[in-house]
């Protein structure tokens, strides 16, 4: 079967999290129920974080926002680590690292459903 690193690109679990990007099992809760941190399921009930999303130890501004528009963490991460039509096949990802937030959200508003 695929393995999620395969589509996903580097992920890690919360204890590389901790140790590595020193960031808190608390913190990193308190943004995966706010929405501001993409997780995806790996297995039964383990999630795994994509480590391109984080800055200096923090998820990118923007993330809350495109998935508020495409709810489906998976479907979000794809279209966040991919060439977009929306944004000249720029990567939307790319673009939310480097604070282009703006851009990106009005490209998932005309990517999301409904």
Do not use: C
């Not at 590595?20 to 995806?40: C, N």
């Amino acid at each position: 079967s695929m393995l999620i690193e395969d589509w996903a690109g580097r992920v890690a679990g919360s204890t590389y999290l901790e140790e590595h990007l020193r960031i808190a099992r608390s913190t990193l809760h308190r943004w995966q129920r706010r929405g501001e941190v993409i997780a995806l399921r790996k297995g039964g009930r383990k999630h795994v974080f994509p480590l391109v999303q984080f800055v200096d130890g923090r998820p990118v501004a923007g993330i809350r926002d495109v998935l508020s528009l495409i709810t489906n963490p998976r479907l979000a991460w794809l279209w966040l680590t991919r060439p977009s039509a929306q944004l000249d096949g720029r990567v939307p990802i790319d673009l939310l690292r480097q604070d282009q937030v703006d851009e990106v959200v009005e490209a998932a508003r005309i990517f999301a459903p409904g």
